[in-house]
């Protein structure tokens, strides 16, 4: 029988995970002056690792998502959760730059890949209503990690080096993650004695390589990776930005954080309105807004203005992320799902990729950054005009109903 109440214990558990897997992995830039410090190693050989993280998580996603379709996801984050924190452990270990970025990068890129897309399958199948809010919740705890794993990185190296303070972390990672790994269920409706799932707008007999080829599918990928393409720049490059603006650091890093604080309320408020008005509809309307707002950053020149774009954007772009994952549920099978949002998940991290580097080139080619946010507001029309061309697959129509024989 359908849960409906543990179902909202996979939503805890999967924001759970989600914090402390990303929280740990994007604690790296807290870890990065002592780590110059103590080892010599170059900065851009330090943070090369993140990049290498992105990438590993974007092969990493749709290649765990294709396992939890078949195993299960118990297994899948279970695994990832004790890869993550024995990749922490080994990183605090490393003798040298390349094994810190090979272990670091790739190991920990994988094992956090092996939370998100198929704690997000999880999700939306065990919701048939209040679908989007529930991914959005997974989706908030993440981004609850800049404001909880990155704090308690801080304080430990304040009072230990950075291999003590990222050994620590590793334990932490395993004493959350583990036991909660184990509260995560497969959705009811892939037990193998359960009904078949309730008509929506696909074949309930398509085929995985059918899926994979659909247009639906290949523009569900495109505008994800158009939509982290439109945003990575701006989120990465914004506080050199308005410190060149003449801003005091302090001030420029709390912009940052505004927008992160901001992107908590954007998570739930697009939850709220894609349960109301529809996930494409409140996605293709977000991704225009984002796409208007990060054109915004080209005309700031004062804290004030920073502010009140750095909120608008961080609501938004935060927001319509968990929609993806929504919009696959309601037009592929279930028992797809991990690969599907995997897909979606690699071509995300992909375009989260290209910001940070394309927006240095830009800077470092004009001397200024207002191309990278010209650039991103054409990167984000490109996302809502693709997301525009998105078409449901045909709905089935219902088998019609026998009327039972009267006896005379």
Known sequence: MFNRHYRWIIVAAGALLGCVAIGAMFSLPVFLTPMVRTTGWSRTGISSAMTIGFLAMAVGSITWGTVTDRFGPRPVVLTGSVLLASSLALASFSPSLPVFQ?????????????????????VTGWFETQRSLAVSLVSAGMGMAPMTMSPVAAWLISSHDWRQSMLIIAGIAAVIMIPVAFLVRRPPALEADAPAESMASYDPDMTLKQAVRSPQFIVLLLTNFFCCATHSGPIFHTVSYAMLCGIPALAAVSIYSLEGLAGMGGRIGFGILGDRFGAKRTLVAGLLVQAVVALCYYFCRDLVAFYVVAALFGFTYAGVMPLYSVIARENFPLRMMGTIIGGSAMAGSLGM????????????????????????????LGAYLIAMTFRPFPRAAPAPRVQPARIP
């Open 102 to 122: 090979l272990v670091f990068g790739l190991l920990v890129g994988l094992a956090t890949s092996a939370i998100f897309a198929p704690m997000m399958a999880t």
């Open 353 to 380: 990729s290209t910001g940070p580097l394309l927006g240095g080139w830009l800077y470092d080619t004009t001397g200024s950054y207002n191309w990278l946010y010209i650039g991103s507001f054409v990167l984000g």
